[in-house]
């Protein structure tokens, strides 16, 4: 059953671009006003959560051409689920 795991890739994929959008809006707000951008804020708010939903779609490519291959899929969309409640911590200030 192959439509199970890619629901939930395409849940945990949602999520974190929504965060990546949401990223690259604080990142251009900074940029207007400040002038220039952290790295490690481009990293945090935009390229990590994007490498997540990239990672996510490969697993989900690979678990559609390889049913066997369809534990990678929930493995890693439980493992992006999970790390959702601490990337919100740490991108809302830790507190």
Same mark, same amino acid.
């Given at each position: 059953?192959?439509?199970? $795991?890619?629901? *939930?890739?395409? &849940?945990? =994929? ?5 965060? =990546?959008?949401? #990223?690259?809006?604080? @990142? ?10 952290? @790295?490690?804020? *481009? ?7 994007? &490498?997540? &939903?990239? %990672? ?10 390889? $049913? ?5 899929? @929930? ?6 689920? @999970?790390? *959702? *409640?601490?990337?919100?911590?740490? %991108?809302?200030? #830790?507190?």
């Amino acid at each position: 059953m192959v439509r199970a $795991p890619n629901i *939930l890739v395409a &849940v945990s =994929a949602f999520f974190w671009l929504a965060f =990546a959008l949401m #990223g690259s809006t604080l @990142v251009a707000g900074v940029a207007e006003r400040v002038g220039s951008v952290n @790295v490690g804020q *481009l990293e945090f708010y935009v390229i990590f959560p994007l &490498v997540v &939903v990239v %990672s996510l779609a490969l697993s989900a490519w690979v678990g559609t051409k390889y $049913p066997k291959s369809e534990w990678l899929q @929930v493995v890693l969309s439980v493992l992006a689920l @999970v790390l *959702l *409640l601490p990337y919100c911590t740490m %991108s809302g200030g #830790g507190v």
